[in-house]
T-cell receptor
C-alpha cells in the first residue's frame, strides 16, 4: 500500500464548476501538506501548503487538512480551462524532509 | 525569486551513450538538491538527494553507477545517465532548497528534462 493515495482521474468538469481533489495517507507523522500543479512536460509548481490540520484559502484555491481522518483536499472555485493540469498532493513529516507525493489527478476543465 | 533551471529541456541520444543534465538555482544558494524521475501519467519518484560538497544519497533501487550525481557548487547539480538505454527514457526533474528559505524549507522545482534514448 502506498503511503499517499490519490485518484488518478481524469476529472472532467465544465468551466466555472468547482473542482474537488483529495488524497488520503497512512502515516500520521506527516505534518506539512502541499498541493502542486503540473502542466504537461513541465515541472511541478507549488499551489498551497498547510501545516497540520485546518483550512487555508488563496484566491480560488482552498486547501483542507483533516489529520484525524488522514485526508486532505483541494478545491478550485470558478474553474478555468487554464486549470487543466495534473494536481499532485505531497507531504512531509518535518521541515526539510523528503517529499512524499501522491500519484496525481488529471483535471480537464472544458470551455 | 527561487527559480530553478534545467538544461537541456529535452535530449535524444543513442543507446550506450551518456547524457548530462544540469540543474541550477538562479537566485539562491541550494544547499540541497533533489533528482526525480517521472514516467508518463505517473507521479514523481525521488532518485537521490545531494548536499553541496557531499556524495549523493540514493533511494533504494536506484543504481548509483548508472545515475551519477555531482553537486559541486551551491548553485549547480548535474545528473549523468551513463550508458543510457531505452528504459532510461523518462522525464527528469530536479528541485533545490536552501536551509531557511521558504516556510518549511520548501523545494523549488525545475522545468524538467525529457530524455529519449533510441
Amino acid at each position: 500500500q502506498k503511503e499517499v493515495e490519490q485518484d488518478p482521474g481524469p476529472l472532467s468538469v465544465p468551466e466555472g464548476a468547482i473542482v474537488s481533489l483529495n488524497c488520503t495517507y497512512s502515516n500520521s507523522a506527516f505534518q506539512y501538506f502541499m498541493w502542486y500543479r503540473q502542466y504537461s512536460r513541465k515541472g511541478p509548481e507549488l499551489l498551497m501548503y498547510t501545516y497540520s490540520s485546518g483550512n487555508k484559502e488563496d484566491g480560488r484555491f482552498t486547501a483542507q487538512v483533516d489529520k484525524s481522518s488522514k485526508y486532505i483536499s483541494l478545491f478550485i472555485r470558478d474553474s478555468q480551462p487554464s486549470d487543466s493540469a495534473t494536481y499532485l498532493c505531497a507531504m512531509i513529516k518535518a521541515a526539510g524532509n523528503k517529499l512524499t507525493f501522491g500519484g496525481g489527478t488529471r483535471v480537464l476543465v472544458k470551455p | 525569486g527561487a527559480v530553478v533551471s534545467q538544461h537541456p529541456s529535452w535530449v535524444i541520444c543513442k543507446s550506450g551513450t551518456s547524457v548530462k543534465i544540469e540543474c541550477r538555482s538562479l537566485d539562491f544558494q541550494a544547499t540541497t538538491m533533489f533528482w526525480y524521475r517521472q514516467f508518463p501519467k505517473q507521479s514523481l519518484m525521488l532518485m537521490a538527494t545531494s548536499n553541496e560538497g557531499s556524495k549523493a544519497t540514493y533511494e533504494q533501487g536506484v543504481e548509483k553507477d548508472k545515475f551519477l550525481i555531482n553537486h559541486a557548487s551551491l548553485t549547480l547539480s548535474t545528473l549523468t545517465v551513463t550508458s543510457a538505454h531505452p528504459e532510461d527514457s523518462s522525464f527528469y526533474i530536479c528541485s533545490a532548497r536552501d536551509r531557511g528559505l521558504g516556510a518549511y524549507n520548501e523545494q523549488f522545482f525545475g522545468p524538467g528534462t525529457r530524455l529519449t534514448v533510441l
